[in-house]
């Protein structure tokens, strides 16, 4: 798998799928989520609201990863996944390693070959950049999959070179 770095904004990649930083309701939010629901459009939240009537009536559970439509982005889907907020006094890590293998999984379950990430906790979740960047690149890198293009887009220059540095330590 090759991994690359973007700096810029994830509702303008062309990739198979883009994986939403979303919240448990997925119901739309703030910073990536609010992004990607409102450049993707209504059938992003269609099928969000599809999800949360069959399946997912609680809403999504931390660390799991689901599909949908990316409606009018340059994708084919978006994977939703739900990253958990930072704690300083409860390691956490698991569960946002689990939101990077299960968004592989769900990309390989749909055929994709080319994944847009963003750095999923990192923002409204307050988790230190550092360490979300290098949770990030060693799962995506360790996590077997059919996926042959993974791409970090970083919306800010320090989240850029933070995950520089844990890709080229």
């Known amino acids: 798998m090759r991994i690359e770095l973007v700096l810029g904004d994830i509702t303008e990649q062309r990739a198979d799928a883009v994986v939403n930083a979303a919240n448990s309701s997925l119901l739309g939010g703030g910073g990536v989520d609010g992004a990607i629901h409102r450049r993707g459009g209504p059938a992003i939240l269609d099928d969000c609201r599809r999800l949360r009537a069959s399946h997912y009536g609680a809403g999504l559970p931390t660390g799991q990863a689901v599909a949908t439509t990316a409606g009018d982005l340059p994708a084919q889907w978006v994977i939703h996944t739900v990253g958990p907020v930072y704690s300083t006094s409860e390691d956490r890590s698991g569960l946002l390693a689990s939101c990077y293998r299960e968004s592989l999984r769900v990309a390989d379950d749909l055929g994709?070959?080319?994944?847009?990430?963003?750095?999923?906790?990192?923002?409204?979740?307050?988790?230190?950049?550092?360490?979300?960047?290098?949770?990030?690149?060693?799962?995506?890198?360790?996590?077997p999959s059919q996926v042959s293009d993974a791409r970090f887009v970083l919306f800010g220059q320090d989240a850029y070179t933070a995950f520089a540095k844990a890709l080229n330590p």
């Open 112 to 143: 994709a070959r080319s994944v847009a990430f963003p750095a999923v906790s990192a923002g409204i979740y307050g988790w230190p950049i550092d360490d979300a960047a290098r949770i990030a690149v060693d799962t995506v890198r360790s996590t």
